[in-house]
């Protein structure tokens, strides 16, 4: 399993940015598709986007699409998620996660999880 940790949460007015990452010490962090996914209060935890071990293919979910944009430096070890135009309704803990096989858009596939960073979007 990855140990992962999530940064860069906090609180934005709507219609403004913030950028989270995600590091890891694993050195085959390259091998891994990797996921970003997001939990509201009192809702289930969603898919918001993922990327391939090398970063040339990303998936997003509906909600985010054309304002969220999910990239990696695999030198680095890092995942990043760049989030515009940011809405009351973003307002979530955000979790990266590392894909171990399955439908991306299924909590099931994946096997390492972050602790969340905290995303607060005020209207």
């Known amino acids: 399993q990855l140990q992962l940790e999530e940064s860069g949460g906090g609180l934005v007015q709507a219609g403004g940015s913030l950028r989270l990452s995600c590091a890891t010490s694993?050195?085959?962090?390259?091998?891994?598709?990797m996921a970003w996914w997001r939990q509201a209060p009192g809702k289930e935890r969603e898919f918001v986007a993922a990327?391939?071990?090398?970063?040339?293919?990303?998936f997003y979910s509906d909600s985010v699409k054309g304002r969220f944009t999910v990239s990696r430096d695999n030198d680095n070890r890092t995942l990043s998620l760049q989030m515009n135009i940011l809405k009351p309704e973003d307002t979530a803990v955000y979790y990266c996660?590392?894909?171990?096989?399955?439908?991306?858009?299924?909590?099931?596939?994946?096997?390492?999880w972050g602790q969340g960073t905290q995303v607060t979007v005020s209207s």
């Open positions: 990327i391939v071990g090398n970063g040339r293919t990303t």
């Open positions: 996660a590392a894909f171990t096989g399955g439908p991306y858009y299924d909590i099931r596939s994946y096997g390492s």
């Open positions: 694993r050195r085959t962090f390259s091998h891994y598709d």
